[in-house]
Nanobody
Framework: QVQLVESGGGLVQAGGSLRLSCVVS????????MGWYRQAPGKQRELVAT???????NYVDSVKGRFTISRDNAKNTVYLQMNSLKPEDTAVYYC????????????WGQGTLVTVSS
């Protein structure tokens, strides 16, 4: 009954910006990690960025300095601000939430498409 809904994807030219949002509904554990993953055509899904409930962030090297992950715990929402977009950022972006309660539980959104033209 945990659901994640992404929004904010679209078509943008290289050098432009987009902000992705993911709203989480349902019952979640307060100590959790939210993140963004992406899957480009012909590639495996990869981690883009994560943020813990205490604000610790982690980024894949290819987006460091360009993307910023943030969260609003009161709104159960995680954001990904994407600046200086490159064609290689083109992918379906998925949000994720996970936590540990004796075992790991994780949930995924349906994805939002980001297309960056050269």
């Amino acid at each position: 009954q945990v659901q994640l809904v992404e929004s904010g994807g679209g078509l943008v030219q290289a050098g432009g910006s987009l902000r992705l949002s993911c709203v989480v509904s349902g019952s979640t554990f307060s100590r959790n990690t939210m993140g963004w993953y992406r899957q480009a055509p012909g590639k495996q899904r990869e981690l883009v960025a994560t943020i813990t409930s205490s604000g610790i962030t982690n980024y894949v090297d290819s987006v460091k300095g360009r993307f910023t992950i943030s969260r609003d715990n009161a709104k159960n929402t995680v954001y990904l601000q994407m600046n200086s977009l490159k064609p290689e950022d083109t992918a379906v972006y998925y949000c994720n939430v996970r936590w540990y309660q004796g075992r790991y539980l994780e949930f995924w959104g349906q994805g939002t498409l980001v297309t960056v033209s050269s």
